[in-house]
């Protein structure tokens, strides 16, 4: 009666790992949040409901006598990453105007040089400035 138990047993083992390997290869890790993405975004509409909007950036709840809530952590935390956002963005304006001034002065500075060969070279004389009228 043991044997038989132990091999019903390991025959329920068998077919369990055969069963789990066999639909793993069907196992999906996308997110199902994901439904409606692409239409919420052609719409000009935030990626998911809860990026940004009055659900996600109002408080919750306000005082009887009209006074606001403490801003919750998630709205805390939103609102330090949304100025973090907005120096980094400045920042990196700031970098690309300086870039558009260094090349706007190379470019100026090649100019003055090329110029400045023009004004080295050797100038026609005697003859060759005198123009002969055409007739």
Same mark, same amino acid.
């Given at each position: $009666? *043991?044997?038989? !138990? /132990?091999?019903?047993?390991?025959?329920?083992?068998? *077919?369990?790992?055969?069963?789990?390997?066999?639909?793993?290869?069907?196992?999906?890790?996308?997110?199902? !949040?994901?439904? #409606?993405?692409?239409?919420?975004?052609?719409?000009?509409?935030?990626?998911?409901?809860?990026?940004?909007?009055?659900?996600?950036?109002? +408080?919750? =709840?306000?005082?009887?006598?009209? &006074?606001?809530?403490? +801003?919750?952590? #998630?709205?805390? /935390?939103?609102?330090?990453?949304?100025?973090?956002?907005?120096?980094?963005? !400045?920042?990196?304006?700031?970098?690309?105007?300086?870039?558009?001034?260094? =090349?706007?002065?190379? $470019? $100026?500075?090649?100019? &003055?040089?090329?110029?400045?060969? $023009?004004?080295?070279?050797?100038?026609?004389?005697?003859?060759?400035?005198?123009?002969? +009228? &055409?007739?």
């Amino acid at each position: $009666q *043991l044997l038989e !138990v /132990r091999v019903k047993y390991s025959l329920f083992l068998h *077919l369990l790992f055969e069963a789990l390997r066999l639909s793993s290869r069907h196992f999906s890790s996308t997110c199902g !949040v994901q439904a #409606g993405q692409k239409w919420r975004t052609e719409h000009g509409l935030s990626r998911s409901g809860t990026e940004y909007g009055p659900l996600t950036d109002l +408080p919750d =709840w306000s005082f009887e006598d009209g &006074r606001p809530a403490p +801003p919750l952590k #998630g709205q805390l /935390r939103r609102r330090k990453e949304k100025e973090e956002l907005a120096r980094r963005i !400045v920042m990196l304006n700031s970098e690309v105007d300086r870039g558009i001034e260094v =090349w706007e002065e190379k $470019q $100026q500075e090649a100019k &003055r040089m090329e110029e400045h060969k $023009q004004s080295l070279l050797l100038k026609p004389k005697g003859n060759l400035l005198i123009k002969k +009228p &055409r007739s």
